[in-house]
């Protein structure tokens, strides 16, 4: 097998491992598009775990640097050695990419590395379009295959659906490694504090937070989901990963649910049906 049919394996292997719900989704994609898609959902992979790598910020910096530098041709080393970074590199060059895009994932990512809490809602749609929303447009760059999809407005509400959604459903994870992603006006709003969810205090103010978050994520699906239509059919796979935003929301909202407890999951075959059904409809 040659060494960019290696990289690209190894990409659609790290997804099934790490980021399984986007495999799942890539399952519906044509190739030769789905080891290029894959590749992008691999660096995202990447850069939004480096946090969980390292103890302090500046560790964090330099990783995130290097892939900055990658996207810039500056990259320090041997980029080729890194199978992840070498099938990102050649998505790039076959199907034209804008590397400012890349890189502004990159930067976005810098956030992860502090416990700043978000400011409003405004700067957490933001983040979420600055990172899942701009993933999905370029996935759809890729479909596209170089002609315009029409994309950029269903794409943005759909990556920042499904962002919010995914930030919820690690809320345990990240509120025990110090992380709140609840922003300071639904906290104050709410008469919440980033202490009760950093405690795992499941208040009141706390459920309502969350109420108002899940709330965001479902006006954002509504209007992706309006916009599909207007997306170029070839396409629309890119947008799959929006159909299990309303399942990932409902399972948070049954009764006697804990947001603390577990991140939230749902059985395969559940997440197997929901594609699959949308894939059949958006065609």
Known sequence: MPDEDQNFAHCEMLLREADRDRWLAGLFLPMPARSAVAALYAFNVEVSRVRELVSQPLPGEVRLQWWRDLLEGEARGDAASHPVAAALLAAVARYRLPREALTGIVDARVHDLYDDLFPGATELEAYCGATTSVLMRLATLVLANGSEPRSADAAGHAGVAYGITTLLRALPHHAARGRVNVPQDILERCGASAEDFLSARSTPGVSAALAEMR????RHHERAVRLIGDVAPPVRGALLPL?????????????????????????????????????RQWR
């Open 215 to 218: 709330a965001l994520a479902r």
């Open 243 to 279: 159909s299990l935003v309303p399942l990932y929301l409902g399972a948070m909202e049954r009764k006697g649910f804990d947001p603390f407890r577990h991140p939230v999951e749902l059985p395969q075959w559940r997440r197997q049906w929901a594609l699959w059904r949308a894939s």
